[in-house]
Nanobody
Framework: QVQLVESGGGLVQAGGSLRLSCAAS????????MCWYRQAPGKQRELVAL???????QYSDSVKGRFTISRDIAKNTMYLQMSSLEPEDTAVYYC?????????WGQGTQVTVSS
């Protein structure tokens, strides 16, 4: 079973940047897509960004133009570069990997943006 481990969260001031990483213990080629989700206190988990097996990307309207999802297949790692952070971006960020038969989640990493 492939495992996902997120890192890179922390406390940052509004307007700042952070880069999240999601390291997969197995081959990323086994996944059809990899995603970043986030969940703020009292809110539902929401999809932030997705990158599919061909490298195509999608973003939620709330982060488009500020966040960039990418991957390094050689390192089995996915990234989320977050810029121009806003207090509304405060949440636990999760990575998710999807294959035809499985959906795997990481444990999450906290991102807190102070105003």
């Amino acid at each position: 079973q492939v495992q996902l481990v997120e890192s890179g969260g922390g406390l940052v001031q509004a307007g700042g940047s952070l880069r999240l990483s999601c390291a997969a213990s197995g081959n990323m080629f086994s996944f059809n897509a990899m995603c970043w989700y986030r969940q703020a206190p009292g809110k539902q988990r929401e999809l932030v960004a997705l990158i599919n097996e061909r490298g195509s990307t999608q973003y939620s309207d709330s982060v488009k133009g500020r966040f960039t999802i990418s991957r390094d297949i050689a390192k089995n790692t996915m990234y989320l570069q977050m810029s121009s952070l806003e207090p509304e971006d405060t949440a636990v960020y999760y990575c998710n990997a999807i294959s035809k038969t499985n959906s795997i989640w990481g444990q999450g990493t906290q991102v807190t943006v102070s105003s």
